[in-house]
C-alpha cells in the first residue's frame, strides 16, 4: 500500500493537523513511510493532540520560509537578483518522501511549492536567461528529461503524486532557449539530436492513442479525433480519484455528487491540474461552480498552440539534422493542427480564440488570456492578431497588467488576477506580430504594479489583483505564495526588454 493510500496519510488529512492539505504530502519521515505507517497501525487510530503528537514525531518538513532579512532591498530589480540563491536547490538525495529525487540542480517556485514545477521553469528561465545563468536552465532542462525517462512524462511537479499528470508542453521552449544561446554557435548537433529525442518522446505522450481513433472512436486519453479527421489535444489525467495534496478539499467538494459524477469530478480536477490554471471558469458548466467542472470535454486554445509550437520545433530540428522525411511529417502534422485551430477555436465575429468544447460541440463563451498563445507560437494571420491585439488592449488590460479572464469569480485564474506566464504570452506574441507599442504598454502597467504592491508586501507574489492595485490577489485553495519562480522571471525579462528599446 502507498503512503498516501494509507490510513495514517487519511485519518491526517481529513483531521485537517495542517491548514494546507500539501504539507503532510510532502511531509519527511525521519525513517520511511512504512515504519510510520507500521507504527500507527498498531497504536491508532488517533485523534486531536494524539495525531499532531505522533505526526511531529515521526516526520520532519522542508523550511518554506525565505531569509526576509538578507532580501531586504530598496528595489525590485535587487531583490530579485537576491532570491535566486535562496530558490536554488542542489541535486536531491532519496529522502523517502514523495518527492522524486532530480539529478541536477532547479528552481523551485517558493512558498509551499518546494519542488520543481514544469511549466514554471520556462518563465523562470526567462530572468536566469537575464542574468546569464544558463547552467542552472539546462540542469533543469536534463532533470526534465531525466523525469520523462523514468516515468513517461514530464510531471506537473516532481512528487509521486503528481506522476499521472504533466503540465503545458513548454520543453521545446526551453531547448530553443539553449539553443539559441549555447549550442547554436557551435553547431552541436549532439546535443541538439539529443533534444530532438526527448522532444518527441514528449509528443508521443500528448499524441497516446491517436492512432486507435477513427470517426466512431473519437476520444481517448489527450487526443481528441475531429470532425475534420485532424488531432486536437486535452488536458487529462488517468487517475479518477482525490488529489492527495488537497485530499480533504476535493472530499469535501464532491460530498453532494453521487459515485459515477465523483469520479468524473476527480478526474476534471486533476486534469485542470495539468493545465496549470487550476482553477478557472474555462473549465466550468455553470459560472463559479466548481462542482461542474469539465476540463476535459474542453479543447484549449493555449494547449493545442505550443503543441502546434512543438510540431513546428520538430519539424525544424530534424531538417537541421538533415533528416527531411521526418520533418515533413511534423511539418504536415503542424499544418493540420493548425487548420483545426482556426475551425474549431477561431471565432471571427468575436475576432477572438476560443476554447472548443466536445461536449457541446461549439466554442466554450469564456474569454481568456489564452487567446494570446496562439500569437506567441505564431500560429496567428496578421488580421487575427489585430483583432486579438485589440480585445486585449481594449478588454483584458487593467491598471497593474492583463487580466486573466472577464469573469470574476472566486477561482484563482479569473478575473480579478493576472499572473505572470499570462503576461509574457502576451506581449512576446504582440513584439512578435509588430505591435510593440502596446506591448511596452502592458510591460510598464505590470512594472508599475509591481513595484508599487513592493513597497507594500517587500517580496514579490506568485499572482496579483490587477484591477485594484492596493489588493492582494485572492482565490484558490491555498493564500498566495511568496518568492515566486515565474513572477521573478518574467518581471525581469520585462526589465531588460524595455531597457532595450529606451
Not at 549550442?183 to 548537433?189: G, I, K, L, S, V
Request: charged share 20%; hydrophobic share 40%.
Amino acid at each position: 500500500m502507498s503512503f498516501v493510500n494509507s490510513q495514517l496519510f487519511n485519518d491526517v488529512q481529513l483531521a485537517e493537523v495542517f491548514a494546507d492539505s500539501k504539507m503532510f504530502a510532502d511531509a519527511i519521515p525521519y525513517q520511511s513511510w512504512q515504519v510510520a505507517c507500521d507504527r500507527y497501525q498498531q497504536i491508532g487510530p488517533l485523534k486531536g493532540e494524539e495525531l499532531h503528537a505522533f505526526v511531529m514525531t515521526h516526520f520532519t518538513f522542508a523550511d518554506q520560509t525565505l531569509p526576509s532579512a538578507k532580501l531586504d532591498s530598496l528595489s525590485v530589480k535587487q531583490y530579485i537578483a537576491n532570491l535566486w540563491p535562496h530558490l536554488h536547490r542542489a541535486a536531491d538525495t532519496n529522502e523517502s518522501s514523495s518527492l522524486l529525487p532530480l539529478n541536477y540542480d532547479y528552481i523551485v517556485p517558493g512558498g509551499r511549492f518546494q519542488e520543481i514545477y514544469y511549466w514554471d521553469s520556462y518563465f523562470t528561465a526567462l530572468g536566469l536567461e537575464d542574468i546569464g545563468d544558463l547552467a542552472t536552465i539546462e540542469a533543469m532542462v536534463n532533470n526534465f528529461i531525466d523525469l520523462q525517462n523514468r516515468i513517461g512524462c514530464i510531471p506537473n511537479g516532481n512528487r509521486s503524486y503528481y506522476s499521472s499528470r504533466s503540465q503545458p508542453p513548454v520543453l521545446a521552449l526551453m531547448i530553443h532557449m539553449l539553443w539559441q544561446a549555447k549550442y547554436r554557435q557551435n553547431a552541436d548537433f549532439v546535443w541538439l539530436a539529443k533534444g530532438v529525442t526527448a522532444l518527441e518522446l514528449e509528443y508521443q505522450f500528448w499524441m497516446r492513442d491517436s492512432d486507435k481513433l477513427s470517426s466512431e472512436h473519437l476520444v481517448s486519453k489527450r487526443v481528441v479525433r475531429m470532425p475534420n479527421g485532424a488531432y486536437l489535444n486535452r488536458y487529462w489525467d488517468s487517475a479518477a480519484t482525490p488529489r492527495p495534496e488537497s485530499l480533504k478539499e476535493d472530499l469535501h467538494d464532491a460530498k453532494t455528487l453521487g459515485s459515477n459524477q465523483q469520479r468524473n469530478y476527480f478526474q476534471h480536477i486533476r486534469a485542470a491540474c495539468e493545465s496549470g490554471w487550476d482553477f478557472s471558469s474555462r473549465w466550468l458548466k455553470h459560472g463559479d461552480d466548481l462542482t461542474s467542472i469539465e476540463t476535459s470535454n474542453i479543447l484549449p486554445v493555449d494547449l493545442n498552440s505550443l503543441l502546434y509550437n512543438l510540431e513546428k520545433t520538430l519539424a525544424h530540428y530534424h531538417d537541421l539534422l538533415g533528416q527531411h522525411q521526418q520533418s515533413e511529417y511534423y511539418i504536415d502534422f503542424a499544418a493540420r493542427r493548425l487548420n483545426a485551430i482556426n475551425e474549431y477555436c477561431w471565432n471571427e465575429s468575436a475576432g477572438v480564440y476560443r476554447d472548443f468544447n466536445i461536449r457541446l460541440k461549439r466554442q466554450n463563451q469564456v474569454d481568456s488570456l489564452a487567446m494570446a498563445v496562439p500569437l506567441f507560437v505564431g500560429a496567428a494571420s496578421k488580421q487575427q492578431a489585430a483583432h486579438v491585439k485589440q480585445k486585449l488592449m481594449n478588454e483584458f488590460l487593467k491598471s497593474g497588467g492583463l487580466v486573466t479572464t472577464l469573469c470574476t469569480t472566486s477561482q484563482q485564474w479569473d478575473s480579478p488576477n493576472g499572473w505572470a506566464p499570462l503576461q509574457w504570452f502576451a506581449v512576446k506574441g504582440l513584439i512578435d506580430y509588430g505591435y510593440h507599442n502596446d506591448a511596452q504598454t502592458i510591460m510598464k502597467q505590470w512594472l508599475n504594479m509591481i513595484e508599487m504592491r513592493f513597497a507594500e508586501d517587500k517580496c514579490l507574489l506568485e499572482k496579483y489583483n490587477v484591477c485594484d492595485l492596493v489588493s492582494r490577489a485572492g482565490g484558490g485553495e491555498y493564500s498566495v505564495q511568496q518568492g515566486f519562480g515565474w513572477t521573478n522571471g518574467v518581471t525581469s525579462r520585462f526589465y531588460t526588454l524595455l531597457a532595450n528599446n529606451t
